[in-house]
């Protein structure tokens, strides 16, 4: 078995830094507002954020956003809104402190 590195930050440190990176983003967007499929993802997708209680949780639930894209990961391309791989670099060191 594999050990896992322990993330540097806190669960609601990580859980800020997805908002302020994906989310916010995304919410402030012109095709937010008109995308009532994105709007409903979003919101799902923060629900399911805001009740994970670990960092390692929060780990999981951005590596598992960049395996299962969602119905609106195409929209967000279009619009140059950012994705979870675009931020994947400034995670792992929000979360390690390196690559």
């Given at each position: ?15 800020d830094f997805l908002d302020d990176n994906i989310f916010s983003v995304i919410e402030i967007s012109d095709v937010y507002s008109t995308n009532i499929e994105m709007q409903r993802i979003i919101k799902s ?55």
């Amino acid at each position: 078995m594999v050990k896992r590195a322990q993330p540097q930050k806190s669960a609601q440190e990580l859980k800020d830094f997805l908002d302020d990176n994906i989310f916010s983003v995304i919410e402030i967007s012109d095709v937010y507002s008109t995308n009532i499929e994105m709007q409903r993802i979003i919101k799902s997708s923060k629900k399911t954020l805001n009740s994970l209680s670990t960092a390692i949780e929060v780990v999981d639930f951005f590596w598992n956003a960049i395996i299962e894209k969602s119905h609106s990961y195409d929209v967000v391309i279009e619009h140059g809104l950012p994705t979870f791989e675009d931020i994947r670099y400034r995670f792992d060191l929000e979360c390690y402190g390196f690559r």
